[in-house]
């Protein structure tokens, strides 16, 4: 079974303060994770996938395979920043695509 | 390219009432998953189609089922509504393994 869990249900920093969104995660095989955002009133959007390892809006995440997380950072937030943060699970290489996610975090960015 | 579009946008319909929702996948894509998002459950996954056929099936009653087109869109059918079945109700496209899902804007069912 996979599981994704995210402790944070709310997340509050001021601007410029560093944040860290945490996920962990539990799957026997190779996973697949990645970053979703929601902002307000608008469709999920994927954030990050860590097969890229790219950077996006200033984001980063690392798979951490020994401690299975795979935690979202980001230097100097933005209050732009505010939104719903989702991490989710795929199992790689698998015949079908299928999304596990974490409950979310909201994050907070306060002026 | 134009996103996911899932119609309609919103549902009211009565317990016991069924009801069917579509989506268009993005041009191209041939994997189709739909997911239910409520406030107590979050985001649940429901099914995978690739290819007019199911690859994966969540932990639903047998009342949602879905099917995908030749086209490669999708529609999604739950039957005998029950109370619990208000949620908004997610479709996503995939282009292959590693690309992500690109999901569309969601069809708020709400069972009255």
């Known amino acids: 079974a996979q599981r994704v869990t995210q402790p944070e249900k709310l997340l509050s920093v001021f601007k410029g303060a560093p944040v860290e969104l945490k996920c962990n995660y539990s799957y026997s095989g190779s996973p697949e994770l990645f970053w979703y955002v929601q902002y307000s009133r608008q469709r999920l959007q994927l954030l990050l996938r860590h097969i890229s390892r790219e950077s996006i809006k200033g984001f980063t995440a690392d798979l951490n395979k020994g401690e299975t997380s795979f935690h979202l950072k980001k230097p100097f937030a933005q209050e732009e920043d505010s939104a719903m943060y989702y991490c989710a699970l795929s199992g790689l290489g698998n015949a079908g695509n299928m999304l596990t996610f974490g409950g979310g975090t909201r994050l907070m960015v306060k002026p | 390219k134009a996103g996911v579009t899932q119609t309609p946008r919103y549902l009211i319909k009565t317990r016991g009432q069924q009801v069917t929702l579509s989506c268009s996948p993005i041009?191209?894509?041939?994997?189709v998953s739909w997911y239910q998002q409520t406030p107590g459950q979050g985001l649940q996954f429901l099914f995978e189609y690739f290819s007019e056929t199911q690859r994966n099936k969540g932990n639903f009653p047998g009342r949602f089922s879905g099917r995908q087109f030749s086209n490669s869109r999708s529609e999604m059918n739950v039957s005998t509504l029950e109370l619990g079945d208000s949620a908004l109700y997610l479709c996503a496209s995939s282009g292959g393994t590693g690309y992500g899902y690109t999901f569309g804007s969601g069809t708020r069912l709400t069972v009255v």
């Open positions: 041009s191209g894509h041939r994997s």
